[in-house]
């Protein structure tokens, strides 16, 4: 008979507050609560073995720091049982989680997150450092000055941030505005960046590279897959492909320096020739380099 047991801790908290979450599995959710002054931990473990379960887990606390340890008995004790564990914590506390497998979702705002993961997605609203990795798992990040995400075999998705540097091995890494530097790297994904303000180096096996509007030295590298820029205008931007096609779009009022070149695949461009990038207020570089690939430029 599946039982569910439900046990709730209640802590006093004073002043900038550390979260560490140790968990052999089990998902966990936190909300960041404006103007809290507490922390309130709720476990939830439901199953055949349910309150062995929910009996297991340690919970300890201080004036401006709470433990929370899923002991590896409960990894054994829970294989019929399943456990999740909900905590609200004041705005801005720093989280330190460790998890084997089980979701995490960080919602509202934290000063910073560091959570490593052997399988499972991660999901962080807002924060201002991010350290985030799993084996397995996909990882969404809504806004962070800095952060550092990698992941085995999942996505990367991410809103705004400043400095971004983010690792999949067979997954996709999308952005939708970076504006400090950026590296990103696949091994099979694709990468995709709405706008990138900073300098970015992005790098993958077999997937495709987009970025929207550049305006900051970009490094793109693809072995067989394509590099498209929809709108450059300023910096100097360097493309290299295998087999894939280049397309570079030049936004207006940009005047291009050009030094293209495709062994066997064609250049064209729609540009027309300016002198010393006279009439323009901004005048931005690419150097492009394929194998087999065709290389465009045309204007944004």
Request: with cysteine; glycine share 16%; aromatic share 2%.
């Amino acid at each position: 008979m599946s039982l569910t047991c439900t046990r709730i801790e209640n802590f006093d908290v004073d002043g900038d507050l550390t979260l560490a979450a140790d968990l052999r599995y089990g998902n966990l959710t936190l909300t960041a609560v404006p103007g809290l002054s507490r922390v309130l931990v709720t476990i939830q473990a439901t199953g055949t073995r349910a309150e062995e379960v929910a009996d297991s887990v340690a919970v300890t606390a201080g004036p401006r720091r709470v433990d929370i340890e899923v002991p590896k008995t409960a990894r054994f004790l829970g294989a019929a049982t399943s456990l999740r564990l909900r905590v609200e914590v004041p705005e801005g506390t720093d989280l330190h989680i460790a998890s084997g497998s089980g979701d995490v979702d960080a919602i509202g705002g934290y000063r910073a997150v560091e959570a490593h993961l052997g399988s499972g997605d991660v999901r962080v609203d807002h924060a201002r450092r991010a350290d985030i990795g799993t084996g397995s798992g996909n990882v969404r990040l809504g806004t962070a000055a800095r952060a550092e995400l990698h992941t085995g075999s999942g996505s990367i998705i991410v809103e705004d941030i400043g400095e971004l540097r983010a690792g999949t091995g067979s997954g996709v890494i999308r952005a939708r505005a970076v504006t400090g530097a950026l590296e990103a790297s696949t091994g099979s994904g694709s990468i995709g960046v709405a706008q990138l303000a900073g300098a970015g180096r992005v790098e993958t096996g077999s997937g495709s590279v987009r970025i929207g509007d550049v305006d900051g030295d970009v490094d793109a590298t693809t072995g067989s897959g394509s590099i498209a820029i929809d709108r450059l205008r300023g910096g100097r931007v360097s493309t290299n492909t295998a087999s894939g096609s280049q397309r570079i779009g030049v936004a207006e009022g940009t005047a291009l320096k050009v030094d293209a070149n495709s062994v066997s695949g064609r250049v064209t461009s729609e540009l027309g020739q300016v002198s010393d990038g006279e009439g323009f207020a901004r005048t931005a570089e690419v150097v492009a380099r394929s194998i087999s690939g065709g290389i465009t430029f045309r204007r944004a």
